[in-house]
């Protein structure tokens, strides 16, 4: 994918990756910064495992990681869907990781679907994905340094090599922290301050909105004022962002209002389509775990993206002819699930997603002019028709470009164009930040004398109350990049200060302008503590 303009940015030649780590699929892309060049986006194309019966090339990888009983990697994505690392799995008894990335979610964004996979005993989320993240460095120098001489030599000085991570809107500081501290285990950047400058976030949201345009595949939508939603479904979270284009040439956005992220992408199906067979099959003799699992990968592989219409009935392939139990609707084989029993398993994914578009559009005064619905879940033909029905219920007009269903392709390919040219220039701030102060007591202010009881004098001899808040920025400010925000505050004492320490402290609550720490506990975060000098005053 190559881009429209010259890049001359750079001292020196430099190397980048963007790295789609996502909860089912995975994938990786590059491009070469050279001063005066025209930079070309490339995804890897090939990884081990796509090869023999598998040759299919693919953008992307299977997000699973095999242990062993000592906890050693043993097969990695594409690789370990092989016939033979399955049998070993089976022989050796080896612990399949897979879905660990929802591991990292912030607790807001808890699910009512508690199926989560369990971890391999003494591994953490950090270490499971230093563990594929290394893996997917290691095939990506493989494919460059076999496809581009320049690369090859990028990669051998290695301090010329940045990253781009993606990760869904919903996630922070706390995730960033430890995708950094796993990218650093993985080797791909030594734990440094020079090392860790060398990564870099994009949320997926964002990530999507910058292939879309690169690629053209908003087509006529994205004029000026025009509001632009994106919906991301994929395999954990679905992503919801919504902006203003403010201009076509060059192409510039603003986040509208704050994005949303909800937990019910593709794999909280798969949970229901799980918890669903166990009980339909709790008295038949298919009901073992083995028999189940390899339904299940019938269901996600043939039955899930293939189903569309509720009406009719779905099937499962996972014996031999001589494999019936007509009670529980197995016959030769094969299970088949009426197509209301289909619906049910996605209702909830579905109603979760229109519930997050209702909420993005109505907070922007129902002037979005069009959906672009993207990401791997977005392949199905059902979710597809009933989100369709429901933004033409709403008066919305939603569109699924073809060339944003390849997930890990689209997010990586995105997260390269944001670095080389960040088409958004003002994000809205999804909460409150401020600071806790003392503020001087006012009788006649009611929230003042329901704390007349911890009324102190300052150093001034004036009257105080603790535990204040005061907004520095309000949640819901349109901020652009090189905007600042700032609040004056005194401190007074009766002994020399060398140094103030202070928190900006994140609340997370309901109000737009808190007034008071001591409310809504567990509401209130220090995020970023401020340490300046001060001098005493002649």
Known sequence: MPLDKRYDSVIERKLVLGIDVGTTYSGVSFCILDTGGTPEI??????????????????????????????????????????????????????????????????????????????????????????????????????????????????????????????????????????????????????????????????????????CITNGLTGDVAKADNQLMIVDAGGGTVDLSTYRITSTIPAKAVESIPPDCVMQGSTFVNNRAEQFLRDKLRSSHFGNDEDIQTMLECFENSAKPTFRDPTKASYIRFGSVRDTDEQCDIKRGTLSLSGSDMATLFHPSVSAIEDAMRKQSSRTGGRINIVLLVGGFAKNEYLRAELQSYAQRFGLSLFYPDGASGPAKAVAEGALSHYLDDIVSAHVAKFTHGSDCNTRYISSFPSHKTRQNKIFLGASGMRLLPDAFLTILPKGTQVSKEEEFQQSFVQKTHTPLNELLSNVIRYKGSERDPQWMDEEPGKHQAKHPVQSSSFEAP
């Open 42 to 211: 490339h995804s890897v194309m090939r990884y081990p495992g796509q090869e023999g019966d598998n040759q299919v090339r693919d953008t992307k990888i299977p997000t699973i990681v095999y242990y062993d009983e000592e906890g050693t990697v043993r097969a990695v994505g594409a690789e370990a869907k092989s016939h033979d690392n399955r049998q070993k799995a089976s022989d050796e008894g080896w612990v399949l990781t897979e879905w660990f990335k929802l591991h990292l979610r912030p607790r807001e964004l808890a699910s009512d679907d508690k199926h989560l996979r369990m971890l391999p005993p003494n591994k953490t989320v950090v270490q499971i994905l230093a563990d594929f993240m290394r893996y997917l460095y290691k095939c990506a120098k493989k494919y460059i340094s076999e496809k581009d001489p320049m690369g090859r030599q990028l990669l051998q000085s290695e301090s010329n090599v940045e990253f781009v991570l993606t990760h869904p809107n919903g996630w922070g500081g706390s995730q960033q922290a430890k995708m950094r501290r796993a990218a650093v285990l993985a080797g791909l950047v030594p734990d440094s301050d020079a090392g860790q400058s060398r990564i870099r976030f994009v949320t997926e949201g964002e990530a999507n909105l910058h292939y």
